[in-house]
């Protein structure tokens, strides 16, 4: 395989770094098995090039393709969607950031606040003052027996926005991926 060939395989590898590894594999060598198909059939590497595309635009439509495939949450998931930013040009450099980011943030705040109000609740029935824990509202300051609802309450809703974020965060990775070009 030609020279400039092998560069666009590593360049794709090296822009698909943040999914799995056994994917990764499986993506580079079937774009190689493509590589090598279109040279037999007489086609120059400038050609091949000219046909796949840009190989970071081809990597951008593999990672979009991981990331929408499965559309849960996950650190891992959160990281390719890092990765596609980069190659997601000047839409994506506002969009996937507020999206994800606000995500993540909402998604561990509505797991922490529900704990912190238990944990609050739980020192004051044994009798302990946690001060730097409680729930204010202006002036008034919300006891530990009202807190935890409160916070329970405030806690699911971080989660569903977070969720609902996510889910905007991957839809808008699915329409940026479908502009992508395929394997021909």
Same mark, same amino acid.
């Given at each position: 395989?030609?020279?400039?060939?092998?560069?666009?395989?590593?360049?794709?590898?090296?822009?698909?770094?943040?999914?799995?590894?056994?994917?990764?594999?499986?993506?580079?060598?079937?774009?190689?098995?493509?590589?090598?198909?279109?040279?037999?059939?007489?086609?120059?590497?400038?050609?091949?090039?000219?046909?796949?595309?840009?190989?970071?635009?081809?990597?951008?439509?593999?990672?979009?393709?991981?990331?929408?495939?499965?559309?849960?949450?996950?650190?891992?998931?959160?990281?390719?969607?890092?990765?596609?930013?980069?190659?997601?040009?000047?839409?994506?450099?506002?969009?996937?950031?507020?999206?994800?980011?606000?995500?993540?943030?909402?998604?561990?705040?509505?797991? %922490? +606040?529900?704990?912190?109000? /238990? $944990?609050?609740?739980?020192?004051? !029935?044994?009798?302990?003052? #946690?001060?730097? @824990?409680? =729930?204010?509202?202006?002036?008034?300051?919300?006891?530990?027996?009202?807190?935890?609802?409160?916070? %329970? +309450?405030?806690?699911?809703? /971080? $989660?569903?926005?977070?969720?609902? !974020?996510?889910?905007?965060? #991957?839809?808008? @990775?699915? =329409?940026?991926?479908?502009?992508?070009?395929?394997?021909?």
């Amino acid at each position: 395989m030609e020279q400039q060939l092998e560069r666009y395989l590593e360049t794709v590898d090296r822009a698909l770094r943040p999914m799995p590894a056994s994917e990764r594999v499986d993506i580079v060598r079937e774009i190689k098995s493509e590589l090598l198909e279109l040279e037999t059939q007489g086609l120059g590497p400038e050609e091949i090039a000219a046909r796949l595309g840009a190989p970071k635009e081809l990597a951008a439509a593999y990672l979009s393709d991981a990331i929408v495939k499965n559309p849960r949450f996950s650190w891992r998931r959160l990281g390719a969607v890092a990765a596609f930013y980069s190659l997601a040009g000047l839409g994506g450099m506002i969009v996937l950031p507020a999206t994800s980011i606000t995500a993540a943030a909402f998604l561990l705040c509505g797991a %922490v +606040v529900p704990a912190v109000g /238990l $944990l609050s609740l739980l020192a004051s !029935l044994a009798g302990i003052s #946690v001060p730097w @824990v409680m =729930m204010q509202f202006g002036s008034w300051t919300a006891p530990p027996l009202v807190a935890f609802p409160i916070s %329970v +309450v405030t806690g699911l809703l /971080l $989660l569903l926005a977070g969720r609902g !974020l996510w889910k905007v965060t #991957v839809g808008f @990775v699915r =329409m940026l991926g479908q502009k992508r070009r395929r394997l021909v």
